[in-house]
């Protein structure tokens, strides 16, 4: 797998390349600004990009910018993107394309190598990966008036599958059967009025197209 890491400080650049190279993804370049990712991507084209939303020379949005400019000449070019905090604009933003994998970290789970190199592999193969800090906002977002139809149980299974987590996952994390789960989800579906799907991406779009409605 080969992946472009964009990100504006030199010892967690450097962390990062270590910590994706040590698990068989090649960095085939590591850059530090906005301009210098979107080059580096048309011209590499990885398979994966990890991106910093603010990079130099403003540190505000260049790093997710780049990164959907990118897109819109490569379509459904994979992005991970790592954030310091929830910034729900761009998260929004970057979820609104729904070609190829798409991801929204924070920095924190890099802490965590299982579930970051994890998040890598599922956004290069296509998937979606949303952090829980970002899903909770997102949901808060929406206002408690479009929650109501949702009892406290069908809001858990809401929020782990926006997350991108399959029925298997959800019903060990909230210690209930698959059985169980896929009630709670078919509930979700009709009472919100989404179309169905089994495919666990599909899935987390149409979610995800909920939220940002």
């Known amino acids: 797998m080969r992946a472009v890491l964009a990100e504006d400080h030199a010892l967690l650049r450097d962390g990062l390349i270590r910590l994706l190279s040590a698990h068989d993804i090649e960095v085939v370049d590591a850059v530090d600004n906005g301009p210098s990712l979107q080059r580096s991507l048309l011209t590499h084209r990885p398979d994966v990009a990890v991106v910093d939303v603010r990079l130099p020379p403003t540190f505000t949005d260049e790093g997710v910018r780049a990164a959907i400019e990118a897109r819109q000449q490569i ?4 992005v991970l993107v790592l954030s310091q905090y929830v910034e729900q ?3 929004r ?3 609104s394309d729904r070609t190829g994998g798409v991801g ?4 924190d789970r890099v802490s965590n190598i299982a ?3 994890d998040a890598v592999h599922r956004v290069a193969s ?3 990966v949303m952090d829980p800090e970002v899903v909770a906002q997102l949901l808060s977002g929406r206002g408690q008036h479009a929650m109501d139809a949702l009892t406290a149980r069908e809001r858990e299974v809401l929020g782990l599958m926006a997350e991108g987590r399959s029925n298997a996952s959800i019903a060990a994390s909230l210690y209930i059967t698959e059985k169980a ?3 709670h989800t078919a509930n979700i579906f009709r009472k919100l009025d989404l179309p169905q799907s089994e495919d666990d991406n599909r899935r987390v779009l149409a979610v995800l197209a909920y939220l940002n409605g």
């Open 75 to 78: 379509p459904g070019l994979p």
């Open 93 to 95: 933003e970057l979820m």
């Open 104 to 107: 929204y970290l924070l920095k």
């Open 181 to 183: 789960v896929g009630k």
């Open 115 to 117: 579930t970051f190199i």
């Open 89 to 91: 604009l761009y998260a």
């Open 126 to 128: 296509g998937g979606t």
